[in-house]
């Protein structure tokens, strides 16, 4: 049995994409409600989306 240690593509499921949000700089995952949209989800909650909207 070979191991494909392959990165990039042919991720494996367990291993899901992750970012680190713009808001409170805390690191999330990939959740099923940002399939669709997942290259533009920039904060890991709506909390932190409204906060960051916010004018400092
Ligand atoms: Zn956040």
Known sequence: ???????GKGR???QRP?????????PFTWRRKWARDWE??????????KQARRPA
């Open 40 to 49: 533009q989800v920039r904060y890991c909650s709506e909390r932190c989306r």
């Open 12 to 14: 494996p499921p367990s």
């Open 18 to 26: 992750s970012k680190v949000c713009a808001a409170c700089g805390l």
């Open 1 to 7: 049995m070979a191991t494909q240690a392959s990165f």
